[in-house]
């Protein structure tokens, strides 16, 4: 069909200012699509065909995501909790549309675990905080619990503890 959304420059002006004359329709090279307008939910994808019967695969809903922790050098595939912020127009963090550049809550549980297992620090525990009644039997709970750890990876854990530095 000749409605739709087309990518060429016959609509524009020339760079004198002055109006293109329109000699040619639309062609199917020159065609656009509309946006996918992902939401988040459960995971819905469909391929669409492209030029020269390649494949794209547009996210109509998803749940997850692979993100980059940039300073520890980590990626996780993990769940996508909510979207706080998008500069394109605030609708877009109402409605909860996924677009590239919008900014998304994870959750930090995989983290969490790559973190405790590399530097031996768990995360959400705060440090040595004060003896509260509530804190005592979670230590109790955490004794058997900890694993026995070899000569050389209790080493090797102090040195990464020493090079450790969180971003704020």
């Not at 039997?137 to 750890?149: C, V």
């Not at 020493?162 to 971003?167: E, G, P, S, T, Y």
Request: net charge positive.
């Amino acid at each position: 069909g000749t409605r739709g959304f087309s990518r060429a420059p016959r609509h524009k002006h020339r760079k004198t200012g002055g109006r293109r004359n329109i000699h040619q329709k639309k062609r199917k090279f020159e065609m656009g699509r509309p946006a996918a307008l992902c939401k988040m939910g459960s995971k819905r994808v469909r391929p669409v065909r492209c030029r020269g019967g390649n494949m794209k695969y547009r996210a109509l809903r998803i749940d997850a995501g692979n993100f980059a922790w940039g300073s520890e050098n980590c990626t996780k595939k993990v769940r996508i909790l909510d979207v706080v912020y998008n500069a394109t127009s605030n609708e877009l963090v109402r409605t909860k549309t996924l677009t590239k550049n919008s900014i998304v809550q994870i959750d930090a549980q995989p983290y969490k675990q790559w973190y405790l297992k590399k530097y031996g620090v768990d995360l959400g525990k705060k440090a040595k905080g004060g003896d509260k009644k509530g804190d005592k039997p979670a230590k109790d709970k955490d004794a058997p619990e900890e694993e026995k750890k070899s000569r050389h990876v209790i080493f090797k854990l102090k040195a990464r503890e020493a090079k450790q530095k969180l971003d704020p």
